[in-house]
Protein backbone atom coordinates (compact mmCIF):
# COMPACT_ATOMS: atom_id res chain seq x y z
CA UNK A 1 0.00 0.00 0.00
CA UNK A 2 1.63 3.42 -0.82
CA UNK A 3 0.95 6.91 0.57
CA UNK A 4 -0.14 9.12 -2.10
CA UNK A 5 -0.55 13.23 -1.83
CA UNK A 6 -4.20 12.65 -1.28
CA UNK A 7 -4.06 9.82 1.10
CA UNK A 8 -3.72 6.14 1.99
CA UNK A 9 -6.40 4.30 0.56
CA UNK A 10 -7.81 0.34 1.68
CA UNK A 11 -9.24 -1.86 0.21
CA UNK A 12 -9.82 -4.44 2.67
CA UNK A 13 -10.09 -4.70 6.58
CA UNK A 14 -7.01 -6.65 6.64
CA UNK A 15 -5.26 -3.45 5.35
CA UNK A 16 -6.93 -1.09 7.67
CA UNK A 17 -6.56 -3.16 10.67
CA UNK A 18 -2.48 -2.95 10.35
CA UNK A 19 -0.46 -1.34 12.49
CA UNK A 20 1.76 -0.45 9.47
CA UNK A 21 0.26 0.78 6.73
CA UNK A 22 3.30 1.94 4.13
CA UNK A 23 6.28 0.73 3.32
CA UNK A 24 7.83 3.57 4.59
CA UNK A 25 6.55 2.88 7.85
CA UNK A 26 7.73 -0.76 7.20
CA UNK A 27 11.25 0.58 7.04
CA UNK A 28 11.27 2.36 9.79
CA UNK A 29 10.55 -0.30 12.01
CA UNK A 30 13.12 -2.29 10.57
CA UNK A 31 15.53 0.50 11.49
CA UNK A 32 14.01 0.26 15.03
CA UNK A 33 14.10 -3.00 15.66
CA UNK A 34 17.92 -3.13 14.54
CA UNK A 35 18.90 -0.15 16.23
CA UNK A 36 17.13 -1.81 19.47
CA UNK A 37 18.88 -4.55 19.12
CA UNK A 38 22.14 -3.33 18.63
CA UNK A 39 21.91 -0.41 22.04
CA UNK A 40 23.64 -2.77 24.83
CA UNK A 41 26.42 -3.83 21.85
CA UNK A 42 27.18 -0.60 21.67
CA UNK A 43 26.76 1.84 24.22
CA UNK A 44 28.47 2.78 27.25
CA UNK A 45 27.22 1.22 31.29
CA UNK A 46 26.06 4.40 32.22
CA UNK A 47 23.91 5.50 28.97
CA UNK A 48 22.35 1.10 29.21
CA UNK A 49 21.10 2.10 32.73
CA UNK A 50 19.30 5.05 31.47
CA UNK A 51 17.94 2.78 28.63
CA UNK A 52 16.96 0.13 31.27
CA UNK A 53 15.37 3.24 32.64
CA UNK A 54 13.51 4.28 29.75
CA UNK A 55 12.16 0.81 29.09
CA UNK A 56 10.74 0.68 32.70
CA UNK A 57 9.52 4.17 32.62
CA UNK A 58 7.42 3.42 29.28
CA UNK A 59 5.58 1.09 30.59
CA UNK A 60 4.27 3.39 33.01
CA UNK A 61 3.44 6.06 31.00
CA UNK A 62 1.93 4.03 28.63
CA UNK A 63 -0.52 3.30 31.55
CA UNK A 64 -1.23 6.65 32.40
CA UNK A 65 -1.65 7.90 28.83
CA UNK A 66 -4.17 5.29 29.11
CA UNK A 67 -5.90 7.17 31.41
CA UNK A 68 -5.09 10.93 30.63
CA UNK A 69 -4.81 10.78 27.30
CA UNK A 70 -7.16 8.59 26.06
CA UNK A 71 -9.61 8.91 28.61
CA UNK A 72 -9.42 12.15 30.01
CA UNK A 73 -9.58 11.55 33.49
CA UNK A 74 -6.70 13.21 34.75
CA UNK A 75 -4.41 11.69 37.84
CA UNK A 76 -1.50 12.79 40.39
CA UNK A 77 -0.82 9.58 41.68
CA UNK A 78 0.66 7.46 39.38
CA UNK A 79 3.89 7.29 41.62
CA UNK A 80 1.27 5.73 44.44
CA UNK A 81 0.56 3.29 41.78
CA UNK A 82 4.03 2.65 41.16
CA UNK A 83 4.83 1.87 44.79
CA UNK A 84 2.14 -0.59 45.12
CA UNK A 85 3.87 -2.56 42.55
CA UNK A 86 6.89 -1.84 43.72
CA UNK A 87 5.80 -3.01 47.05
CA UNK A 88 3.94 -6.05 46.37
CA UNK A 89 6.22 -7.77 44.18
CA UNK A 90 8.82 -7.51 46.79
CA UNK A 91 6.89 -8.73 49.59
CA UNK A 92 5.58 -11.53 47.74
CA UNK A 93 9.45 -12.49 46.88
CA UNK A 94 11.02 -11.90 49.82
CA UNK A 95 8.54 -13.19 52.59
CA UNK A 96 6.55 -15.22 50.34
CA UNK A 97 9.33 -16.79 48.64
CA UNK A 98 7.13 -16.45 45.11
CA UNK A 99 9.16 -17.02 42.33
CA UNK A 100 9.65 -13.60 40.33
CA UNK A 101 7.43 -13.83 37.61
CA UNK A 102 4.33 -15.23 39.67
CA UNK A 103 5.40 -12.13 42.23
CA UNK A 104 5.28 -9.71 39.24
CA UNK A 105 2.18 -10.83 37.29
CA UNK A 106 0.26 -10.93 41.31
CA UNK A 107 1.77 -7.27 42.02
CA UNK A 108 0.28 -5.77 39.09
CA UNK A 109 -2.85 -7.66 39.58
CA UNK A 110 -3.07 -6.04 43.01
CA UNK A 111 -2.28 -2.65 41.68
CA UNK A 112 -4.95 -2.73 39.18
CA UNK A 113 -7.39 -3.54 41.94
CA UNK A 114 -6.47 -1.13 43.94
CA UNK A 115 -6.06 1.70 40.86
CA UNK A 116 -10.19 0.36 40.13
CA UNK A 117 -10.60 1.43 44.15
CA UNK A 118 -9.04 4.86 44.27
CA UNK A 119 -10.58 5.24 40.68
CA UNK A 120 -14.20 5.32 42.21
CA UNK A 121 -14.18 9.09 43.04
CA UNK A 122 -13.69 9.44 39.04
CA UNK A 123 -17.70 8.31 38.84
CA UNK A 124 -18.59 12.16 40.65
CA UNK A 125 -15.24 14.09 39.86
CA UNK A 126 -14.02 16.16 37.12
CA UNK A 127 -10.91 18.32 36.01
CA UNK A 128 -9.52 19.51 39.05
CA UNK A 129 -11.34 17.69 41.50
CA UNK A 130 -10.21 14.79 40.09
CA UNK A 131 -6.64 15.70 40.28
CA UNK A 132 -7.23 16.69 43.93
CA UNK A 133 -9.05 13.27 44.54
CA UNK A 134 -5.81 11.25 42.46
CA UNK A 135 -3.12 13.11 44.65
CA UNK A 136 -4.96 12.08 47.71
CA UNK A 137 -4.75 8.55 46.49
CA UNK A 138 -0.85 9.11 46.05
CA UNK A 139 -0.91 10.83 49.56
CA UNK A 140 -2.57 8.13 51.19
CA UNK A 141 -0.49 5.06 49.52
CA UNK A 142 2.58 6.53 51.03
CA UNK A 143 1.48 6.83 54.19
CA UNK A 144 0.02 3.42 54.35
CA UNK A 145 4.02 2.55 53.04
CA UNK A 146 5.83 4.40 55.51
CA UNK A 147 3.68 3.55 58.82
CA UNK A 148 2.42 -0.10 58.37
CA UNK A 149 5.71 -2.03 59.63
CA UNK A 150 4.12 -5.28 59.86
CA UNK A 151 3.85 -5.41 56.19
CA UNK A 152 5.98 -2.74 54.60
CA UNK A 153 8.58 -2.50 56.83
CA UNK A 154 7.63 1.30 57.27
CA UNK A 155 10.24 3.74 56.42
CA UNK A 156 13.35 1.21 56.19
CA UNK A 157 13.97 -0.20 52.64
CA UNK A 158 13.58 -3.62 51.52
CA UNK A 159 16.14 -5.79 50.08
CA UNK A 160 15.25 -7.66 46.86
CA UNK A 161 17.36 -10.76 46.03
CA UNK A 162 18.73 -10.41 42.19
CA UNK A 163 16.42 -12.62 40.09
CA UNK A 164 17.68 -15.68 39.01
CA UNK A 165 16.52 -17.67 36.42
CA UNK A 166 17.53 -21.41 36.07
CA UNK A 167 20.91 -20.77 37.81
CA UNK A 168 21.73 -18.11 36.14
CA UNK A 169 21.70 -14.39 38.33
CA UNK A 170 20.68 -11.24 36.48
CA UNK A 171 23.44 -9.01 37.96
CA UNK A 172 24.34 -6.98 35.09
CA UNK A 173 22.27 -3.67 32.66
CA UNK A 174 22.88 -5.87 29.88
CA UNK A 175 20.80 -8.86 31.62
CA UNK A 176 18.69 -6.89 32.56
CA UNK A 177 18.09 -5.33 29.24
CA UNK A 178 16.84 -8.01 27.70
CA UNK A 179 14.30 -8.87 30.40
CA UNK A 180 12.56 -5.04 30.03
CA UNK A 181 13.13 -4.58 26.43
CA UNK A 182 10.81 -7.49 25.56
CA UNK A 183 8.38 -6.49 28.40
CA UNK A 184 8.38 -2.46 27.38
CA UNK A 185 7.23 -3.54 23.42
CA UNK A 186 4.53 -5.86 24.69
CA UNK A 187 2.82 -3.33 26.66
CA UNK A 188 3.46 -0.67 23.67
CA UNK A 189 1.82 -3.30 21.33
CA UNK A 190 -1.36 -4.40 24.09
CA UNK A 191 -1.67 -0.86 24.30
CA UNK A 192 -1.87 0.01 20.85
CA UNK A 193 -4.06 -2.76 20.29
CA UNK A 194 -6.45 -1.62 23.04
CA UNK A 195 -7.70 1.21 21.05
CA UNK A 196 -8.80 -1.25 18.10
CA UNK A 197 -11.31 -3.08 20.80
CA UNK A 198 -14.82 -1.96 21.75
CA UNK A 199 -13.58 -1.14 25.33
CA UNK A 200 -10.82 0.99 24.26
CA UNK A 201 -13.28 3.42 21.89
CA UNK A 202 -15.16 3.67 25.07
CA UNK A 203 -12.50 4.87 26.59
CA UNK A 204 -12.10 7.26 23.88
CA UNK A 205 -15.77 8.08 23.71
CA UNK A 206 -15.49 9.16 27.79
CA UNK A 207 -12.85 11.31 27.16
CA UNK A 208 -14.61 13.29 24.26
CA UNK A 209 -17.79 13.66 25.94
CA UNK A 210 -18.86 11.27 28.54
CA UNK A 211 -22.63 12.22 28.55
CA UNK A 212 -23.11 11.76 24.32
CA UNK A 213 -21.02 8.04 25.29
CA UNK A 214 -23.88 7.27 27.88
CA UNK A 215 -26.42 8.38 24.77
CA UNK A 216 -24.76 5.81 22.46
CA UNK A 217 -24.58 2.57 25.32
CA UNK A 218 -21.56 2.88 27.10
CA UNK A 219 -21.46 2.07 30.35
CA UNK A 220 -19.30 5.33 31.85
CA UNK A 221 -19.12 3.73 35.35
CA UNK A 222 -17.52 0.91 34.61
CA UNK A 223 -15.85 2.66 31.58
CA UNK A 224 -13.73 5.15 34.49
CA UNK A 225 -13.04 2.23 36.54
CA UNK A 226 -11.53 -0.38 34.05
CA UNK A 227 -9.72 3.09 32.91
CA UNK A 228 -8.27 3.46 36.38
CA UNK A 229 -7.78 -0.25 36.47
CA UNK A 230 -5.81 -0.96 33.41
CA UNK A 231 -3.58 2.52 33.97
CA UNK A 232 -2.60 1.02 37.66
CA UNK A 233 -2.13 -2.04 36.17
CA UNK A 234 0.65 -0.52 34.11
CA UNK A 235 1.91 0.96 36.60
CA UNK A 236 1.90 -1.92 38.64
CA UNK A 237 4.40 -3.52 36.60
CA UNK A 238 6.43 -0.94 36.09
CA UNK A 239 7.03 -0.50 40.13
CA UNK A 240 7.40 -4.36 40.13
CA UNK A 241 10.13 -4.68 37.48
CA UNK A 242 11.52 -1.56 39.47
CA UNK A 243 12.10 -3.21 42.76
CA UNK A 244 13.34 -6.36 41.07
CA UNK A 245 15.75 -4.28 38.60
CA UNK A 246 17.11 -1.53 41.58
CA UNK A 247 17.41 -5.12 44.09
CA UNK A 248 15.68 -2.36 46.40
CA UNK A 249 12.33 -0.58 47.79
CA UNK A 250 12.31 2.39 49.55
CA UNK A 251 9.15 4.76 49.49
CA UNK A 252 11.35 7.96 48.52
CA UNK A 253 11.21 6.62 44.96
CA UNK A 254 8.10 6.83 44.76
CA UNK A 255 7.07 10.37 46.18
CA UNK A 256 4.97 13.07 44.44
CA UNK A 257 8.18 14.04 42.14
CA UNK A 258 7.53 10.44 40.44
CA UNK A 259 3.73 11.19 39.18
CA UNK A 260 4.64 14.66 37.89
CA UNK A 261 7.80 13.02 36.00
CA UNK A 262 5.28 10.93 34.48
CA UNK A 263 2.99 13.00 33.54
CA UNK A 264 5.58 15.21 31.91
CA UNK A 265 5.93 12.45 29.61
CA UNK A 266 3.17 12.21 28.55
CA UNK A 267 2.34 15.94 28.23
CA UNK A 268 6.05 15.88 26.10
CA UNK A 269 5.67 12.89 24.42
CA UNK A 270 1.98 13.81 23.54
CA UNK A 271 -1.49 13.36 25.20
CA UNK A 272 -3.51 10.37 23.13
CA UNK A 273 -0.44 8.74 21.42
CA UNK A 274 1.10 5.40 22.59
CA UNK A 275 4.33 6.19 20.00
CA UNK A 276 4.51 9.90 21.59
CA UNK A 277 4.58 7.63 25.15
CA UNK A 278 7.43 6.02 23.97
CA UNK A 279 9.35 9.83 22.33
CA UNK A 280 8.42 11.38 25.79
CA UNK A 281 9.86 8.84 27.84
CA UNK A 282 13.31 8.73 25.98
CA UNK A 283 13.21 12.40 25.91
CA UNK A 284 12.43 13.62 29.67
CA UNK A 285 14.64 10.34 31.35
CA UNK A 286 17.66 10.89 28.84
CA UNK A 287 17.54 14.76 29.58
CA UNK A 288 18.70 14.95 33.12
CA UNK A 289 20.81 11.87 32.48
CA UNK A 290 22.93 13.88 29.58
CA UNK A 291 23.02 17.32 31.65
CA UNK A 292 24.37 15.31 34.56
CA UNK A 293 26.75 13.93 32.10
CA UNK A 294 27.66 17.54 30.56
CA UNK A 295 28.11 18.51 33.95
CA UNK A 296 30.64 16.05 35.11
CA UNK A 297 32.86 16.37 32.00
CA UNK A 298 32.70 19.95 32.78
CA UNK A 299 33.79 19.90 35.80
CA UNK A 300 37.54 20.22 35.12
CA UNK A 301 36.92 23.81 33.99
CA UNK A 302 33.97 25.26 36.03
CA UNK A 303 34.62 23.74 39.28
CA UNK A 304 31.30 23.56 41.58
CA UNK A 305 29.07 22.87 38.67
CA UNK A 306 28.00 19.64 39.82
CA UNK A 307 26.64 21.59 43.09
CA UNK A 308 24.18 23.02 41.03
CA UNK A 309 23.28 20.20 38.96
CA UNK A 310 20.10 19.31 40.40
CA UNK A 311 18.60 23.03 39.98
CA UNK A 312 19.59 23.41 36.74
CA UNK A 313 18.04 19.47 36.14
CA UNK A 314 14.87 21.15 37.94
CA UNK A 315 14.44 24.26 35.77
CA UNK A 316 15.08 22.59 31.94
CA UNK A 317 12.74 20.05 33.57
CA UNK A 318 10.16 22.86 33.89
CA UNK A 319 11.27 24.81 31.17
CA UNK A 320 10.84 22.01 28.75
CA UNK A 321 6.83 21.38 29.65
CA UNK A 322 5.98 25.03 29.39
CA UNK A 323 7.52 25.43 25.48
CA UNK A 324 5.68 22.33 24.79
CA UNK A 325 2.37 23.31 26.42
CA UNK A 326 3.03 26.63 24.54
CA UNK A 327 4.10 25.79 21.09
CA UNK A 328 3.41 22.40 20.99
CA UNK A 329 0.74 20.75 22.63
CA UNK A 330 0.67 17.53 21.38
CA UNK A 331 3.75 17.10 22.36
CA UNK A 332 6.60 15.46 20.24
CA UNK A 333 4.64 12.77 18.68
CA UNK A 334 2.55 15.51 16.56
CA UNK A 335 5.57 17.36 15.53
CA UNK A 336 7.53 13.83 14.11
CA UNK A 337 3.92 13.71 12.39
CA UNK A 338 4.76 17.10 10.52
CA UNK A 339 7.99 15.78 9.58
CA UNK A 340 6.78 12.35 7.99
CA UNK A 341 4.10 15.00 6.39
CA UNK A 342 6.43 17.33 5.03
CA UNK A 343 8.83 14.36 3.66
CA UNK A 344 5.43 12.20 2.16
CA UNK A 345 4.17 15.84 0.06
CA UNK A 346 7.26 17.52 -0.95
CA UNK A 347 7.48 19.57 -3.07
CA UNK A 348 3.59 20.29 -2.14
CA UNK A 349 2.66 22.04 1.40
CA UNK A 350 -0.29 19.72 1.97
Known amino acids: ?173 FHWYWVILPIAVLAVISARNLFRTGLGRSFMAVRDHDIAASAMGVDVTRTKVLAFAVSSGFAGLAGALTAHYTGIVTWERFTLEESILYLAIIIVGGLGSISGTVYGAIFMITLPALITRVGQDMQGTLPGIAEKLPAVQVVVFGLVIVLFLIFEPRGLARIWQRLKDYVRFWPFRY
Open 1 to 173: MAATSTGIHHRSYASELALRHTSAEKFRLVLVVLAVLAIPFVVSPYWLTIANQIGIAVIGAVGLNILVGYTGQISLGHGGFLAVGAYSSAILHVRGDLPIPLSVLLATLTTAVIGAFFGIPALRLKGLYLAIATLASQEIILFAVRNWEAVTGGRDAISVPRMELGGFVFRQD
